[in-house]
């Protein structure tokens, strides 16, 4: 049997989805708690990678098992997986569903906070000087992105991507400015490593005057590196979203 399991987890902890050799990563945990539980040996296939820090409010992985009555055992896996995790459902689909290949959007928030708040340290990213920002710089930039298709500069150096070409749905900004908070809101096909936190530091960057609109549509026009990039924290960025045809 071939099963869906439904996710959540704050990153903090992590050194992000997928196993290394020195650090915890939230499939290890996984695995783990599930072959303590099933008595077998579990792999998992995760949706996508996260980086260290990085949240997820919804993400999905797929694991094989003889065992039929897995469904049921959702209370005991959570009190195994501790507390920065918590699974939220188990669901059976056909032995060619595939987490990762099948998915067919994805989407993430990055939430930034202008008050700091020590609450909230581990899940926003505080920008002390976001009085400053041009919200309608924010919003243009981010309107920019869903006229490319290809996101050369906003791919991380030293990535081995074979293709840089992504399709955006969606590239917006929700700001609630007398609360000083801002939430960046993007959906593509698919994401190259660290583009997101590339493309808010490019949209903070303009909107501060640490570059011009101009400069963030020749660098993606002419598909080159921007002059000042910045990537954001990780803190503040959380998968949220993915879309599959059978779900």
């Known amino acids: 049997m071939r099963y869906f399991l439904e996710i959540a987890y704050n990153g903090t902890r992590f050194c992000g989805w997928q196993r290394q050799p020195n650090a915890i990563s939230v499939q290890e945990v996984i695995e783990n708690s599930i072959q303590t539980l099933l008595q077998e040996k579990i792999e998992t296939i995760g949706c996508g990678r996260t980086d260290t820090g990085v949240h997820a409010s919804k993400y999905y ?19 195994l997986v501790g507390n920065d995790i918590a699974i939220k459902s188990i669901i059976p689909v056909a032995e060619s ?12 928030k990055y939430f930034i906070t202008g008050q700091k708040d020590p609450f909230s340290q581990e899940t926003k990213y505080y920008l002390f000087n976001s009085k400053l920002l041009d919200t309608d710089l924010l919003q243009k930039t981010a309107a920019l992105f869903l006229s490319y298709q290809s996101f050369f500069p906003f791919c991380k150096t ?3 991507n074979l293709s840089v070409d992504c399709t955006l749905f969606e590239s917006k900004w929700e700001i609630d400015e007398m609360n000083q908070q801002f939430v960046y809101m993007v959906s593509a096909n698919r994401f190259l490593r660290g583009m997101v936190r590339l493309l808010v530091g490019a949209c903070l960057s303009v909107a501060s005057g640490l570059l011009t609109f101009e400069e963030v549509k020749y660098a993606l026009d002419q598909q080159i590196r921007l ?8 803190q503040g960025l959380y998968l949220c979203e993915i879309v599959y045809p059978y779900l």
């Open 61 to 79: 992985l797929h694991f094989d098992t003889e065992n039929k009555s897995i469904e049921n055992y959702i209370p005991r896996l959570n009190k």
């Open 97 to 108: 569903a595939h987490a990762r290949f099948d998915a067919e959007r994805r989407a993430y």
């Open 158 to 160: 030293g990535s081995n």
């Open 227 to 234: 002059k000042k990039s910045q990537s954001v924290p990780p």
